[in-house]
């Protein structure tokens, strides 16, 4: 059961995101015995929840693997093979009455 490094950093990440939202109720409640105003979160929180940002962040984008082209031309979006069941395929649409290419530019 070996994970990732990303996977270990994302899991890390969400524990000090979790920690910042606890101090920060934490901190709240101590504002009240203390009976003074919330003003913002200590400075330390505020540290948490960027790492905690970077953390997940960069685990949300390395985990999942490799961005795959979007381009419609791309020979990797090409269709192998149809799927095994072609009854959902429909051609006859209401997309006919709209002419094949339009010619439409944007005005600035």
């Given at each position: 059961?070996?994970?990732?490094?990303?996977?270990?950093?994302?899991?890390?990440?969400?524990?000090?995101l979790?920690?910042?939202?606890?101090?920060?109720?934490q901190?709240?409640?101590?504002?009240?015995?203390?009976?003074?105003?919330?003003?913002?979160?200590?400075?330390?929180?505020?540290?948490?929840?960027?790492?905690?940002?970077v953390?997940?962040?960069?685990?949300?984008?390395?985990?999942?693997?490799?961005?795959?082209?979007?381009?419609?031309?791309?020979?990797?979006?090409?269709?192998?093979?149809l799927?095994?069941?072609?009854d959902?395929m429909?051609?006859?649409?209401?997309?006919?009455?709209?002419?094949?290419?339009?010619?439409?530019?944007?005005?600035h």
């Amino acid at each position: 059961m070996g994970f990732s490094l990303g996977f270990l950093v994302g899991i890390f990440g969400i524990l000090i995101l979790s920690h910042a939202a606890y101090s920060t109720v934490q901190y709240r409640g101590l504002l009240k015995i203390m009976e003074e105003e919330f003003s913002g979160p200590p400075f330390t929180v505020v540290a948490e929840l960027l790492v905690g940002l970077v953390l997940s962040l960069w685990a949300g984008l390395t985990v999942p693997g490799t961005f795959l082209s979007i381009h419609p031309h791309s020979e990797e979006n090409r269709i192998v093979a149809l799927p095994a069941n072609l009854d959902f395929m429909v051609f006859n649409h209401r997309g006919k009455v709209f002419p094949l290419e339009m010619d439409l530019k944007l005005k600035h």
